[in-house]
């Protein structure tokens, strides 16, 4: 269960292309993770200019992608992620220079889930080594 924020400078975002953004970050997710389609969570934070330096050469619609994810998926499919949410984002008119990833892998005993169960004691239905 990835849990996915996005931060981005304030008023370059219309609401048609903030849920283009969640859309591909998750269609990214499912095709390279291997994610269930239903496990969504999501975030998007939009900072005042003030509150958002962006380094140069990167352009206004520099964009902020933070993952926190299980650990266990190989750099192939961490590798195939980046260039599938690059490619997605390009389409929504980010460029490819204005786009950072971070990906936070946490082992599955840091998560507290499902009303406080702890990671390791769940079957997630799907498989996390890909």
């Known amino acids: 269960m990835p849990l996915i924020?996005?931060?981005?400078?304030?008023?370059?975002?219309?609401?048609?292309?903030?849920?283009?953004?969640f859309d591909a970050?998750?269609?990214?997710?499912?095709?390279c993770f291997k994610i269930p389609?239903?496990?969504?969570?999501?975030i998007f934070?939009?900072?005042?200019?003030?509150?958002?330096?962006?380094?140069?050469p990167r352009g206004p619609r520099f964009t902020v992608v933070t993952i926190t994810a299980f650990a266990?998926?190989?750099?192939?499919?961490?590798?195939a992620l980046w260039k599938a949410i690059a490619d997605r984002f390009?389409?929504?008119?980010?460029?490819r220079l204005d786009t950072y990833?971070?990906?936070?892998?946490?082992p599955k005993e840091?998560?507290?889930?499902?009303?406080?169960?702890?990671?390791?004691d769940l079957d997630f239905g799907f498989k996390i080594e890909v």
């Open 5 to 21: 924020k996005i931060e981005t400078r304030r008023g370059h975002v219309t609401p048609d292309v903030k849920k283009g953004l």
């Open 25 to 31: 970050v998750h269609e990214a997710l499912v095709a």
């Open 37 to 42: 389609d239903h496990d969504r969570a999501q």
């Open 45 to 56: 934070v939009e900072h005042a200019a003030e509150d958002f330096e962006i380094p140069p």
């Open 72 to 79: 266990g998926r190989s750099v192939d499919a961490k590798r």
């Open 90 to 95: 390009e389409a929504l008119g980010i460029p």
């Open 101 to 106: 990833f971070i990906l936070h892998e946490e």
């Open 110 to 120: 840091n998560w507290g889930l499902r009303g406080g169960v702890i990671g390791t």
